[in-house]
């Protein structure tokens, strides 16, 4: 199984961008897929998560700007990064959780910057 991420990039302070997550190959279907960020010299955080049956969980810091959602056909998460800040600048990982196995991306960096 492989996670390829895409959409990060340099953007406004202000600005959007929206994160992509496809997964290749056989994943268990009961799963948890979302998003984390590793800043420069600081820890790898939560972002958002989205489960199987619908259940969502955001990071209090981009509660309201950022907007997580799944194509579980299609094996896909996405993430809409709306009102963008300096301290949203990291690199942004996707994951699949299972009961099996944990499954991570290659990270995609997202700089906000003026």
């Known amino acids: 199984v492989q996670l390829q991420a895409s959409g990060g990039g340099l953007v406004q302070p202000g600005g959007s961008l929206r994160l992509s997550c496809a997964a290749s190959?056989?994943?268990?279907?009961?799963?948890?897929m979302g998003w984390y960020r590793q800043a420069p010299g600081k820890q790898r955080e939560l972002v958002a998560i989205?489960?199987?049956?619908?259940?969502?969980n955001y990071a209090d810091s981009v509660k309201g700007r950022f907007t997580i959602s799944r194509d579980s056909a299609k094996k896909t998460v996405y993430l809409q990064m709306n009102s963008l800040e300096p301290e949203d600048t990291a690199v942004y990982y996707c994951?699949?959780?299972?009961?099996?196995?944990?499954?991570w991306g290659q990270g995609t960096l997202v700089t906000v910057s003026s």
């Open positions: 994951n699949i959780n299972t009961k099996f196995k944990d499954y």
């Open positions: 190959g056989s994943i268990f279907s009961a799963n948890v």
């Open positions: 989205i489960g199987s049956g619908g259940n969502i």
